[in-house]
């Protein structure tokens, strides 16, 4: 929790100086997306879910809550994440916290419960720039529950990832690629060393349910190149 703490401090302090020019307003956000399939960076993590995002921002800074509750099993994944980040322009920087309700062996442990080798909950630090036609983000585990390196010591487990997003046809197109760049046994097929696992088409667009209502429905196909498993997801957001 101290690294945690720490970490935070470290945000506000790069990201002062940069405040003025952000909003000077408190925004707030509530949404849904019902998915087919939970898929998250190449592995598969249930059935049909339901996940609820909520947050708030101000002078670039944001706090978004963010759900996935498994409606197709009762095994399957449900977990709730806490990001604090800041943004500005093209660049961001932030922190997440992930914690698994329950649906596999390494989670449910009570949500207060923080002790280094008993915690179900997941620190992570990512940074990132979008300079319009490419985008560049990289995540580091630094706390909680992380995986093992093929020597048995700490992996801080890091993943990357690229996207490009374009139009096609009347929709809105996302190409991703993903990968983990050295050995953890937090991803799937990591143990020994880089892996890409993560290649997404994602398309995207507004249905028009009546003259004053319109939906965002979208569609991924994503393949783990390292598993070589490959994965068809469709959605809906409210």
Same mark, same amino acid.
């Given at each position: ?13 790069? &990201? ?10 408190? #925004? ?24 609820? &995002? ?34 500005? !322009?093209?660049?961001?920087? !932030? ?8 649906? $596999? #062996? ?54 990357? #990832?690229?996207?490009?997003? /374009? ?6 197109? #996302? ?18 060393? /880089?892996?890409?696992?993560?290649? $997404? ?16 429905? /979208?569609?991924?196909?994503s393949a783990n190149p390292s598993t070589q498993k490959l994965y /068809? &997801? ?5």
């Amino acid at each position: 929790m101290k690294e945690l703490v720490k970490a935070v401090a470290v945000l506000a302090t790069i &990201t002062a100086p940069s405040m003025a020019a952000a909003q000077d307003e408190v #925004e707030a956000t509530l949404g849904a997306d019902i998915v087919s399939n939970y898929i998250w960076r190449g592995s598969d993590l249930g059935g049909a879910a339901i996940q609820p &995002t909520i947050g708030v921002s101000y002078k670039g800074f944001s706090l978004t809550g963010w759900g996935s509750y498994g409606i197709a099993d009762r095994n399957d994944t449900k977990e709730f994440d806490l990001t604090l980040s800041y943004s500005t !322009g093209g660049f961001t920087l !932030g922190i997440t916290d992930y914690y698994c309700l329950s649906g $596999t #062996e390494n989670c449910p442990t009570k949500y207060f419960l923080y002790d280094a080798h008993k915690t179900s909950h997941e620190f992570e630090a990512n940074v990132g720039y979008d300079f319009g036609v490419l985008s560049f983000n990289w995540y580091t585990i630094f706390a909680g529950n992380d995986g093992m390196n093929k020597d048995g010591d700490r992996a801080y487990s890091s993943y990357f #990832e690229i996207g490009a997003p /374009f139009k096609l046809g009347g929709l809105d197109w #996302e190409a991703t690629v993903g990968a983990v760049p050295y050995s953890t046994d937090y991803y799937e097929d990591a143990t020994n060393g /880089f892996v890409i696992n993560n290649v $997404t088409l994602k398309a995207s667009k507004e249905v028009s349910l009546s003259s004053k209502l319109t939906v965002p429905v /979208f569609g991924a196909i994503s393949a783990n190149p390292s598993t070589q498993k490959l994965y /068809f &997801t469709a959605g809906i957001s409210f």
